[in-house]
């Protein structure tokens, strides 16, 4: 059964409990005298609702749900692979998920070793000397290693370097992180094939230039060919490269971003190494580095004694301080660790070449069906437009929509801001041959019915409980919460 759904305060019926409490049988306390004035003096506004209410709200809302257990999630951008079961089981034994944050170091020894055979796992996949666990997420992993080059930089006394590069391909959070740190940010044009070339960085390379923030495979799953030769230039220049690791499900066990050049990097350890991150987290981003950003890492770090033992190791003078509370998102970094290890070596290269093979697969299935504004093969995703469809008036949204209808959660749409009317398609290496082409025959049916229905697009998604809502008003004036009648 599917109807709109009323929210638990909507349905709640004065009286109607889903518990109830067995009489009092410890003295009373004077609730006044304990709390003063912090004792409420009406009671909360909640719902009331019986315990078959609640499960059956619940239960409806989660059949609401994309999911890649469910099917193929293409999102793009974002990678959303399928996260093995195994890992999931793992991060709740009690001895892991249950460890406080702050035991005695003799009581979980067991979660250091594997937080520290971790880190040595992520150093040795990316070609990084050290890497810091405790970023929780892929953006406050960028905030962090460009932290630590600007600590870097003053730490030589290079306090004239308040810029930053970053191609016209990245990622947003790009520029964000290098503005939180205080740098101006200067853009840098990609050719006209997509890629990053030398000749533009070494044109706008000066000795303001604190780095370069670059993504490869970037955003248009292209592999930047040029990197070496590119930080060979920005080092030049006394200027470090950030690389941007939100790519790197293309790259496991084939080529290491180390050995492009990359002086720091960060890890979505929810999106390379399983567990989607849709829907707010949780999610993890460490952040490796090269030796000389290594004295500048965030604290604590796990050490190994000389007798074996594993110790928090905070005594790191030239610090750029906590990035986290406590050590880090620790539930990611078990499934992180059990996915890594149950794959091993092999299985990791075997990854990467799964993602690149899809994502070429359905590149070409697609691509007499729709614009690809960049020739040759791909990585791990693929950038198609809607510059094909528009003689039908069709657009990417209307595209995007219309794949809600068959079942999809659409993939990400108008970015790359450099391709206009993108539509960014990442189907990950956990994806088999029948599920690629029946999401392949669904965007082909979508684009004959451009052709031939163009209104049964414009007015998708039609097979929902809503169908197209108003988007701009719900970006401009969110309802975030719920409020009584009478509050407004």
Request: proline share 8%.
């Amino acid at each position: 059964m599917s109807y709109e759904e009323p929210l638990v305060f909507e349905r709640s019926r004065p009286g109607r409990r889903g518990v109830d409490l067995p009489p009092l049988d410890v003295p009373e306390v004077d609730a006044e005298a304990l709390l003063g004035d912090a004792l409420r003096t009406e009671p909360a506004t909640l719902p009331e609702l019986s315990e078959p209410d609640v499960v059956r709200h619940f239960t409806r809302l989660s059949t609401w749900n994309a999911a890649v257990d469910l099917g193929l999630y293409p999102l793009g951008s974002c990678t959303m692979k399928y996260n093995p079961k195994l890992n999931e089981q793992i991060a709740r034994f009690p001895g892991l998920a249950l460890a406080h944050p702050h035991a005695p170091v003799e009581e979980v020894q067991g979660l250091l070793e594997l937080m520290f055979e971790l880190e040595n796992l992520l150093a040795t996949v990316s070609g990084m000397a050290r890497v810091s666990l405790q970023p929780a997420a892929g953006a406050q992993g960028e905030l962090a290693g460009v932290m630590m080059i600007r600590a870097y930089h003053e730490s030589r006394g290079d306090t004239r370097r308040r810029k930053v590069l970053i191609p016209d391909s990245a990622h947003g959070t790009n520029p964000a992180s290098a503005a939180l740190n205080g740098y101006d940010v200067v853009a840098v044009p990609s050719g006209d094939d997509g890629l990053l070339h030398p000749e533009a960085v070494e044109a706008a390379m000066t000795d303001e230039i604190a780095a370069l923030m670059v993504t490869n495979p970037n955003t248009l799953g292209l592999f930047e060919t040029h990197i070496a030769r590119i930080s060979e230039i920005v080092h030049s220049g006394g200027g470090m490269v950030y690389g941007d690791g939100a790519n790197l499900n293309a790259l496991l066990g084939l080529s290491r971003p180390g050995d492009m050049g990359i002086d720091v990097m960060h890890f979505n350890l929810h999106k390379t190494f399983s567990t989607p991150h849709g829907g707010g987290g949780p999610g993890a981003g460490p952040v490796g580095v090269v030796d000389a950003l290594v004295p500048f890492l965030p604290v604590p770090v796990v050490e190994r004694t000389e007798a074996g033992a594993y110790r928090w190791d905070e005594n790191r003078p030239q610090t750029i301080g906590r990035m986290h509370g406590n050590h880090g998102n620790v539930g990611m970094m078990v499934r992180a660790y059990a996915y890594i290890l149950s794959l091993g070596a092999d299985g990791l290269r075997r990854c990467a070449e799964m993602a690149v093979l899809n994502a070429n697969y359905l590149l070409e299935r697609l691509r007499e069906h729709y614009h690809v504004p960049f020739p040759g093969t791909v990585m791990h995703e693929c950038v198609l437009s809607d510059r094909g469809l528009a003689d039908t008036g069709i657009t990417t949204l209307d595209v995007a929509k219309r794949l809600i209808d068959h079942g999809y959660h659409p993939p990400t749409i108008y970015f790359p801001l450099i391709v206009a009317g993108a539509l960014m398609i990442e189907p990950t290496e956990s994806e088999d041959r029948e599920g690629l082409d029946r999401f392949a025959d669904t965007m082909i049916e979508i684009a004959r019915e451009a052709h031939d229905d163009p209104e049964a697009l414009r007015h998708a998604p039609e097979r929902t409980r809503l169908t197209r809502l108003d988007e701009t008003r719900a970006a401009r004036k969110p309802i975030l919460r719920w409020q009584p009648p009478d509050a407004s």
